[in-house]
């Protein structure tokens, strides 16, 4: 059986001291037997100074260069050992007990590879967080949305995603994923650098017939957007050439449809975002966009190398259900 002992809470770190000295004090007490580890993305602040000198008990793994959250987190899991690892993000508060029910529900189901607990806003303690809320799904078309969070429309917290439930990815700003699985996976792909790479791990994993699942009695606040900010257009590009990315390597049918329509829609959201009068974002969807034509002949090949299965808990379009529908809840 699983204990506290048997889990790497490992915090990725770049030029992050202020988030550290801010975050970590709450991880180092309610770690609850579980080893620290700081893996530091090549800082050039003093945040690896700062951490071994105020906190001994916390290991620090010196990355040789800025990978980004994909291989910034391959590289430094290679030394962590701990059955459990727990990818936390440096601008992540975390409470009292919340460990026990993650290992509790790991201890009781083997196919259960990944979870996330509940995720809250850190300025507005009573509202779910953006990245990732009560769990997540994904429509045919491949694009995100979460329990508690569709696109821009936050719930507030009034204990309606309290229970245990099986979603379809974990939010990579706290992700628990078993060390076994992690690297029976190979990991994230590095070539995504950041955001949606833990989509496609969970894709992949349950493309694999693991679960993933949502622990509604282990709470967390994050504060979101501490590295780039959501209308960061070099934010936007990743985000919309990644989860083209996903969708092409993962879907198991009907692969030529969803893409097109996806990349309709997206040309949608490109105008949208013109419209509001932010041409960086426009543009940061079409170079998304060739970046796809770009890689097609790579992302294809990975897609022959994996597993597909169907039934997935999908809906059929996020978009027209939220934008035409008007429905703004889970």
């Known amino acids: 059986m699983l204990q506290s002992k048997d889990i790497a809470v490992v915090i990725l770190n770049w030029n992050g001291k202020k988030l550290l000295e801010t975050f970590l004090p709450s991880v180092i007490k309610y770690a609850e037997g579980a080893q620290i580890y700081v893996a530091d993305n090549a800082s050039t ?3 690896v100074a700062f951490v071994t000198k105020h906190f001994s008990t916390v290991r620090v793994i010196k990355n040789t260069k800025n990978g980004g959250y994909a291989k910034g987190y391959n ?4 030394e962590v050992k701990e059955p459990l690892l727990c990818l936390l993000n440096s601008d992540i508060e975390v409470t009292a007990n919340w460990l026990q029910p993650i290992i509790e529900t790991f201890n009781a189901d083997e196919t259960t590879a990944i979870i996330q607990p509940k995720i809250l806003d850190y300025k507005n303690k009573s509202y779910f967080e953006y990245a990732g809320a009560a769990g997540g799904f994904i429509d045919t078309y491949g694009y995100p949305y979460c329990r508690g969070r569709i696109f821009d429309t936050i719930e507030k917290d009034l204990g309606q995603y309290n229970t245990t439930a099986t979603i379809f990815w974990a939010s990579g700003a ?6 076994s699985v992690f690297k029976a996976l190979d990991g994230f792909d590095e070539s995504y650098f950041a955001h949606m790479e833990e989509i496609d791990l969970c894709w992949r994993a349950f493309n694999a017939n693991y ?4 622990v509604g009695a282990s709470t967390v606040y994050h504060v979101g957007g501490a590295t780039l900010s959501k209308t960061n257009p070099k934010k936007t590009y990743l985000n919309f050439r990644n989860s083209l990315f996903t969708l ?3 879907t198991d049918k009907h692969l030529f449809t969803r893409t097109v329509t996806r990349m309709l829609l997206d040309g949608i959201a490109a105008l949208r975002f013109l419209i509001q009068l932010k041409p ?7 170079k998304a966009h060739g970046a796809l034509y770009s890689n097609l002949g790579k992302v294809l090949k990975t897609r022959k190398q994996l597993p597909k299965r169907s039934n997935y808990q999908e809906s059929k379009s996020i978009v027209w259900a939220y934008f035409i529908k008007r429905r703004t809840k889970f």
């Open 280 to 286: 960086k974002c426009f543009l940061a969807i079409l």
């Open 211 to 214: 679960k993933t699942k949502y």
């Open 174 to 179: 706290c992700l628990f994923i078993r060390n």
């Open 248 to 250: 092409v390597k993962n």
């Open 45 to 47: 602040d003093d945040s």
């Open 75 to 78: 590289d430094a899991l290679k």
